[in-house]
């Protein structure tokens, strides 16, 4: 490629980049200038009851961000005052992974993930998930407490 095309394309990515960035900071402008849910609803349709729900929503995310968060930090966490143990969960974790993608066929194991994404917010709603994630928290507290009792 000579030079002049390199020029022209380099030159080209900036104009789409600075045209994406303008496109973006205007959506965001856009957005905080004046409440998403009547835009997007119409605002004679708006009820009491659906900006309840819209804030339910909204909350629940942020919460969910939180905890994405929160377990990110634990993670890094683990990597600065465990890196022994970090590395072998990543292993394990990622041998796992390629494991079952290496035994399920792609198709079925996309089927199997949209359909657990689709049933997670109903399984939440009964509190099943609840209900494991605390049997396995108490599972695992057994097993350090174990490890415990054998060290001392």
Known sequence: MSERQELNELTHRKFSC?????AFVSFCCFM???PAAPRIF???KWTTEQQQRF????????????RAVGWWKRLFTLKEEKPKMYFMTMIVSLAAVAWVGQQVHNLL????????????????QH???????GMA????NKLLKHKEKKNE
């Open 18 to 22: 600075a045209g994406i960035c303008v």
């Open 32 to 34: 905080l200038h004046q």
């Open 42 to 44: 119409g605002s004679n």
């Open 55 to 66: 804030h339910e929503i909204c909350s629940n995310l942020v919460k969910t961000r939180r």
């Open 109 to 124: 194991l996309t089927y199997l993930i949209v359909t657990f994404l689709l049933l997670l917010p109903g399984l939440n």
């Open 127 to 133: 509190g099943i998930i609840l209900k494991y994630i």
């Open 137 to 140: 928290k108490r599972e695992i």
